[in-house]
Nanobody, 116 residues
Framework: QVHLVESGGGSVQPGGSLRLSCVAS????????MGWYRQAPGKERELVAK???????WYEESVKGRFTISRDNAKNTVYLQMNSLKPEDTAVYYC??????????WGQGTQVTVSS
């Protein structure tokens, strides 16, 4: 059974930084595409960044140059380094593991609040 646990969320002032972590178990992590999504109140969940061991990384336009996704296959962990945070980055952030066979699994989410 695949299990994902996110951590690292919190409250920060505009311009601050946070690093989110997501530890996966129960799947072949190194073969999976890992993604970070976010969902703000009243909005749909959106893809923020994803990383594929073979194809590299992709970022949503509004976070390019501010967020960095990375992975440590030895630790079954994916990270999202978020710098220069803005109030509009406030959301619940979720990690998602997409297996080669196509099945996707979600973590429980971690709240990120950017406010002065």
């Amino acid at each position: 059974q695949v299990h994902l646990v996110e951590s690292g969320g919190g409250s920060v002032q505009p311009g601050g930084s946070l690093r989110l972590s997501c530890v996966a178990s129960g799947s072949i992590f190194s073969m999976s595409v890992m993604g970070w999504y976010r969902q703000a109140p009243g909005k749909e969940r959106e893809l923020v960044a994803k990383i594929d061991s073979f194809l590299g990384t992709w970022y949503e336009e509004s976070v390019k140059g501010r967020f960095t996704i990375s992975r440590d296959n030895a630790k079954n962990t994916v990270y999202l380094q978020m710098n220069s945070l803005k109030p509009e980055d406030t959301a619940v952030y979720y990690c998602k593991l997409q297996e080669v066979a196509g099945t996707g699994y979600w973590g429980q989410g971690t709240q990120v609040t950017v406010s002065s």
